[in-house]
């Protein structure tokens, strides 16, 4: 993706309320990971401290632009895989970040138009794209909630508003809980919201990883200085660590793995320091 690529836009916007009231408020002054993450997959939407902070983690990690784009593109076959294969039409995406392109709804909406998807996050630049760039299919509903992950339960309140949480849900928490410092409290984020979809419900997850084996020793460093330098700060963690997340829930084929490697076929791409996975609430 150049940095010029035009963002994709459904039909319709959704006609939900406003995300929220009032002028967006941005901090311009220290580097962002939403903003950051654009950059590092070549969007637009970031500022010259946002370059900054993020060529020089790219410089202690040069992985991470490979971390980044592998990301993005597990987010795209965990989509496709829940509404061509699991019939599942209902999402909600916790930490979505900036909108660039093929982002959830899109891909949902473009083999389920039905398809209902509500956004999370609570960056501001965020909110300001959401407010004109999350766009839904006429037959289906996107939404966007300005709302923290360390707030569960505000999430689930105002998500079914649009969802129909009596149905199964997808929940996409992509680089999310490595924001949550707490292993406790990131473990019990996740509980507390698969307890509220019902049994046939999923829960699609990646998280960094400081293991050696996949290639994650040099998160640690990179994660130091972002933590100096940047917000909100991070944290890698153990697969074992990431895989107690997904307690309770059946993996999908070929369960916790590289995210770059999920379900890429026989050319799959290399190793990346980012684990994911997709489970089945039974």
Known sequence: MSPDSAYERGSDV???RPPADGPVKLNTSVAHNARVWNYWIGGKDNYEVDQQVGEHVAGLFPVIRAVARADREFLG???RCLAEERGVRQFLDIGTGLPTVHNTHEIAQRIA???RIVYVDNDPIV???ARTLLTSSAEGVTDYIDADVHDPDAILRRAAETLDL???VAVMMLGILNFVLDTDKARDIVRR???AVPSGSFLVLTHPTFDAEFGG???VAAMEFWNENATPPIIARAKTEVAAFLDGLD???????PCSQWRAGPDSPAVVPQFGAVAVKP
Do not use: Y
Request: glycine share 10%.
């Open 14 to 16: 959704s006609e939900g």
């Open 77 to 79: 076959r965990a989509v």
């Open 113 to 115: 138009p039905d398809s």
């Open 127 to 129: 909110l300001a794209h």
């Open 166 to 168: 009596s149905r199964p």
């Open 193 to 195: 919201v698969m307890a």
């Open 217 to 219: 020793a040099g998160n």
């Open 251 to 257: 993996l999908l084929e070929p369960g916790l793995v």
